[in-house]
Structures are given as C-alpha cells and as structure tokens.
C-alpha cells in the first residue's frame, strides 16, 4: 500500500514552510508505512527524534 498522493505533498513541502529550531508530529501513520516517511524526510534533512507506536499506528516526532 502507497502514501496518499495528499501526504507526499505535504512530506516535500515541509522544510519550506518551517524554520529551525522545529520539531514536527506526523501521526495517524501505517506502522507498515512509516520507514518510507521517515525516508522521505530523511532526504529533505529531518530527522526521527522518537518513534512511538500502538498497534497498527505510527506517531513519529521529526526534527
């Protein structure tokens, strides 16, 4: 299963629109679907500060 086309806008226009020093909360994320997120942050240089997960679900604080 693939990201909604909606969420990958948001996850590329992300760094502009925040400034550091930042943390972002993704939440409401598929546990199966949270290392491509966090991937993709990754490439615009943010990074996983904390990983919390229940059940199926994914909350993920970026900086």
Do not use: C, K, N
Not at 7 to 19: A, D, S, Y
Not at 25 to 48: E, K, N, P
């Amino acid at each position: 299963m693939t990201l909604s086309s909606s969420l990958w806008r948001v996850v590329l226009g992300v760094p502009v629109r925040l400034l550091p020093p930042f943390e972002a909360v993704l939440s409401g994320i598929l546990r199966h679907q949270a290392a491509r997120v966090v991937a993709a942050y990754g490439a615009q240089r943010l990074f996983l500060l904390r990983r919390v997960i229940l059940g199926d679900w994914v909350t993920l604080v970026l900086s």
